[in-house]
């Protein structure tokens, strides 16, 4: 990231602050505010706004969407405002909008969920929230998290030495917060958890494999301090979902029982048992079957039991990740979705717990949770502007064929192509489509042997998607349309060209086929009238959307509003604040985006608290090793080349030299004037 800026401590509300001019952008004065038999409930039922929302999202009278962090519909924040807030200081999309509030309410729902469980069944132990790092490592993120969960006893995690370090530094006004360490730890890590220890933090190294234990041993000695450990256990349980396979007997991490009974012994050899007082473990990432929730947290509190009966201090029982995000607003076992509530899955793991401990005749556990997708994807959204159009239906079809050339014929696929165009009929609606791929495909092979001309490839090409246009649009007519023109709407679907990378702001898409949920931000009281996918920058085949949130299946396209060159049209990608910004990359060096931290009061009064400027070309090339003293001074030398070979004057190349210099300070994404 580049330099941060950060707005006075008591900002003015963001309608009340100095701006800049804004670029202009050209309104469409023509629109009616509502469109009959349209309007915001409408585009809110479409894009499951309400479902996938959870109360934290809507669309207000005028059809913009609006963030509401504490689900109060009377302190919301208008989304479209914000943009234009962002452009009015500079600041230009793609832009990622953080809402500080919204994740301190998430932490709230988290803590108030497993704290009512207790209460409801009679829980004698407590419930310690605990953020891994890795989810969203932005320095302001895991502030906030640690701020806002002080007061809720919520810990941190880390996975890494260098995510320790980071939190080390993080947690000296509360030493006793609870710190997780989990991952590979080699001679470093493990001593930098005991010097740690001995600046007082409530710090648990947990053990991944044998060799951990005797570092332990030998560093926590050397610097006079008792450890405590944590152990991650390989469930038989297996999770759910796309990260099923990373738990399990099979899994990357953790131990087995006879290493966990290995351990145990160590330590009481040594007169240490007391000091193992963690069990922990990992279901998996976004969990969406509360089946395999149940399965696990059971048998884990049945080794937690067991291990008090032999000896152990234990007083922590982890039961990692999992907690799901219901992404499409489905909420059912989807793998993308989730077939539990929040309140649920908390009651679940307490009774669960508690009936094997009550069971065990064991004291009742201090529940750990590590449910960092939960608390931090609904606080972020990314909001991009639409650059252009593709549109496949454009294509007409002539009035008329043209006439041959004197003594020549016309190609007889161009012929009955052209025929089945004009003939397109309810009643042989399949048999004319399968007509036009036959004399589509009859086609391309004579223009590949030499037997058809450019021009006429070029009709055959406009007729065809001219016709599979005239068939799509008969099909919507019918009641129940062929199940053989299934793909003709994905087919026909336009590509939207897009201001982002998907590989920097969104990788899951790329990586894994992750589903979160895209929609306009603003004409929400206009129904749209496009099917489309979404192309971004890159010039890689990958860098698309193509699987969109639907409330049934998975879509191959989201509808949107029709496009008009040098018209505003802005479009968000929500829930997207687990993971995505620390796996992005610089696939064509497009770097990171601006990222703007808003903060709402009781009022309904918004400011934008911190921006954290985007990535600047010169910041991405650094990141590449390019030397750009050096890159600068090769372009200064050949202007100076071309002036003395009377190419160029010395105006004309002091001007390149700006623009130059002017290129590495500018945002690695496209800054059109016009939006």
Same mark, same amino acid.
């Given at each position: 990231?580049?330099?941060?800026?950060?707005?006075?401590?008591?900002?003015?509300?963001?309608?009340?602050?100095?701006?800049?001019?804004?670029?202009?952008?050209?309104?469409?004065?023509?629109?009616?505010?509502?469109?009959?038999?349209?309007?915001?409930e409408?585009?809110?039922?479409?894009?499951?706004?309400?479902?996938?929302?959870?109360?934290?999202?809507d669309?207000?009278a005028a059809?913009h969407?609006?963030?509401?962090?504490?689900?109060?519909p009377?302190?919301? $924040?208008?989304?479209?405002?914000?943009?234009?807030?962002?452009?009015?200081?500079?600041?230009?999309?793609?832009?990622?909008?953080?809402?500080?509030?919204?994740?301190?309410q998430?932490?709230?729902?988290?803590?108030?969920?497993f704290?009512?469980a207790?209460?409801?069944?009679?829980?004698?132990g407590?419930?310690?929230?605990?953020?891994?790092?890795?989810?969203?490592?932005?320095?302001?993120?895991?502030?906030?998290?640690?701020?806002?969960?002080?007061?809720?006893?919520f810990?941190?995690?880390?996975?890494?030495k260098?995510?320790?370090?980071?939190?080390?530094?993080?947690?000296?006004?509360?030493?006793?917060r609870?710190?997780?360490?989990?991952?590979?730890?080699?001679?470093?890590?493990?001593?930098?958890?005991?010097?740690?220890?001995?600046?007082g933090?409530?710090?648990?190294?947990?053990?991944?494999?044998?060799?951990?234990?005797?570092?332990i041993?030998?560093?926590?000695?050397?610097?006079?301090?008792?450890?405590?450990?944590g152990?991650?256990v390989n469930?038989?349980?297996?999770?759910?979902?796309?990260?099923?396979?990373?738990?399990?007997?099979?899994?990357?991490?953790?131990?087995?029982?006879?290493?966990?009974?290995?351990?145990?012994?160590?330590?009481?050899?040594?007169?240490?048992?007391?000091?193992?007082?963690?069990?922990?473990?990992?279901?998996?990432?976004?969990?969406?079957?509360?089946r395999?929730?149940?399965?696990?947290?059971?048998?884990?509190?049945?080794?937690?039991?067991?291990? $008090?009966?032999s000896?152990?201090?234990?007083?922590?029982?982890?039961?990692?990740?999992?907690?799901?995000?219901?992404?499409?607003?489905?909420?059912?076992?989807?793998?993308?979705?989730?077939n539990?509530?929040?309140?649920?899955?908390?009651?679940?793991?307490v009774?669960?717990?508690?009936? $094997?401990?009550?069971?065990?005749?064991?004291?009742?556990?201090?529940i750990?949770?590590?449910?960092?997708?939960?608390?931090?994807?609904?606080?972020?959204?990314?909001?991009?502007?639409?650059?252009?159009?593709?549109?496949?239906?454009?294509?007409t079809?002539?009035?008329?064929l043209?006439?041959?050339?004197?003594?020549?014929?016309?190609?007889?696929?161009?012929?009955?192509?052209y025929?089945v165009?004009?003939?397109?009929?309810?009643?042989?609606?399949?048999?004319?489509?399968?007509d036009?791929?036959?004399?589509?495909?009859?086609?391309?092979?004579?223009?590949?042997?030499g037997?058809?001309?450019?021009?006429h490839?070029?009709?055959?090409?406009?007729?065809?998607?001219?016709?599979?246009?005239?068939?799509?649009?008969?099909?919507?007519?019918?009641?129940?349309?062929?199940?053989?023109?299934?793909?003709?709407?994905?087919?026909?679907s336009?590509?939207?060209?897009?201001?982002?990378?998907?590989?920097?702001?969104?990788p899951?898409?790329?990586?894994?086929?992750?589903?979160f949920?895209?929609c306009?931000?603003?004409?929400?009281?206009?129904?749209?009238?496009?099917?489309?996918?979404?192309a971004?920058l890159?010039?890689?085949?990958?860098?698309?959307?193509?699987?969109?949130?639907?409330?049934?299946?998975?879509?191959?396209?989201?509808?949107?509003?029709?496009f008009a060159?040098?018209?505003?049209?802005?479009?968000?990608?929500?829930?997207?604040?687990?993971?995505?910004?620390?796996?992005?990359?610089?696939?064509n060096?497009?770097?990171?985006?601006?990222?703007?931290?808003?903060?709402?009061d009781?009022?309904?009064?918004?400011?934008?608290?911190e921006?954290?400027?985007g990535?600047?070309?010169?910041?991405?090339?650094?990141?590449?090793?390019?030397?750009?003293?050096?890159?600068?001074?090769?372009?200064?030398?050949?202007?100076?080349?071309?002036?003395?070979?009377?190419?160029?004057?010395?105006?004309?190349?002091?001007?390149l030299?700006?623009?130059?210099?002017?290129?590495?300070?500018?945002?690695?994404?496209?800054?059109?004037?016009?939006?």
């Amino acid at each position: 990231m580049a330099d941060t800026l950060t707005d006075p401590a008591s900002p003015a509300p963001a309608s009340q602050a100095p701006a800049s001019p804004a670029p202009a952008v050209r309104a469409r004065a023509t629109r009616p505010a509502t469109e009959p038999g349209w309007g915001v409930e409408e585009s809110a039922a479409l894009y499951s706004i309400r479902n996938w929302g959870k109360g934290f999202f809507d669309v207000n009278a005028a059809g913009h969407v609006v963030v509401r962090p504490s689900r109060n519909p009377a302190v919301e $924040v208008d989304l479209h405002e914000v943009v234009a807030g962002m452009r009015e200081r500079g600041f230009r999309t793609p832009l990622l909008v953080h809402f500080s509030d919204l994740l301190k309410q998430r932490l709230v729902d988290i803590a108030d969920a497993f704290r009512g469980a207790i209460v409801e069944h009679g829980y004698h132990g407590t419930y310690q929230g605990v953020f891994p790092i890795k989810v969203n490592q932005q320095r302001r993120v895991v502030e906030e998290v640690r701020d806002a969960g002080k007061a809720l006893g919520f810990g941190l995690e880390a996975g890494s030495k260098p995510e320790l370090l980071a939190v080390m530094g993080m947690t000296s006004d509360t030493p006793g917060r609870l710190i997780i360490c989990n991952g590979f730890k080699e001679e470093r890590y493990i001593e930098f958890t005991a010097l740690a220890k001995k600046l007082g933090r409530n710090i648990i190294p947990v053990i991944e494999n044998i060799t951990e234990l005797k570092l332990i041993l030998r560093f926590y000695e050397q610097h006079n301090v008792r450890p405590t450990i944590g152990v991650r256990v390989n469930l038989a349980s297996q999770g759910a979902g796309r990260w099923r396979h990373s738990s399990g007997i099979k899994a990357k991490f953790g131990l087995s029982m006879n290493e966990v009974l290995e351990v145990l012994s160590i330590l009481r050899s040594k007169g240490m048992e007391d000091c193992l007082q963690l069990l922990h473990c990992h279901m998996g990432s976004q969990v969406h079957d509360i089946r395999q929730v149940n399965q696990g947290i059971n048998e884990l509190a049945r080794i937690y039991s067991q291990l $008090v009966k032999s000896g152990a201090g234990m007083r922590y029982l982890d039961i990692g990740g999992g907690l799901g995000i219901d992404y499409d607003g489905s909420q059912t076992s989807f793998e993308f979705s989730m077939n539990y509530t929040l309140q649920e899955y908390a009651s679940n793991v307490v009774y669960k717990v508690m009936t $094997v401990c009550d069971e065990e005749c064991v004291p009742h556990p201090t529940i750990v949770s590590e449910s960092g997708r939960a608390m931090v994807a609904q606080q972020s959204v990314l909001v991009f502007d639409v650059l252009g159009a593709n549109r496949l239906d454009r294509y007409t079809a002539p009035e008329r064929l043209p006439e041959p050339a004197a003594g020549e014929e016309l190609p007889r696929p161009l012929v009955d192509i052209y025929d089945v165009y004009r003939n397109i009929s309810e009643r042989r609606l399949v048999e004319n489509y399968n007509d036009l791929l036959e004399d589509r495909d009859e086609a391309l092979r004579l223009f590949n042997v030499g037997l058809m001309n450019l021009e006429h490839r070029a009709l055959v090409d406009s007729i065809f998607w001219a016709a599979c246009a005239k068939i799509r649009d008969v099909a919507r007519g019918m009641g129940r349309p062929p199940e053989e023109l299934g793909d003709l709407e994905s087919a026909l679907s336009d590509t939207y060209f897009c201001n982002l990378s998907i590989f920097q702001s969104m990788p899951d898409i790329w990586a894994i086929n992750q589903l979160f949920p895209i929609c306009p931000i603003h004409r929400l009281n206009e129904r749209p009238t496009r099917k489309a996918t979404i192309a971004d920058l890159t010039c890689d085949s990958d860098g698309k959307i193509d699987r969109f949130v639907d409330d049934h299946d998975v879509k191959k396209w989201v509808e949107l509003h029709d496009f008009a060159e040098g018209e505003e049209y802005l479009l968000g990608a929500f829930l997207v604040g687990a993971y995505q910004e620390t796996l992005g990359d610089l696939h064509n060096l497009f770097g990171d985006t601006h990222v703007a931290h808003v903060m709402i009061d009781e009022h309904g009064e918004w400011w934008i608290d911190e921006v954290i400027e985007g990535d600047a070309v010169r910041d991405v090339l650094s990141y590449v090793h390019y030397d750009l003293a050096r890159l600068f001074g090769e372009v200064r030398r050949e202007c100076e080349k071309a002036v003395v070979n009377k190419q160029m004057t010395v105006a004309e190349s002091q001007g390149l030299l700006k623009a130059y210099e002017a290129g590495l300070s500018g945002y690695t994404y496209l800054e059109t004037e016009s939006r």
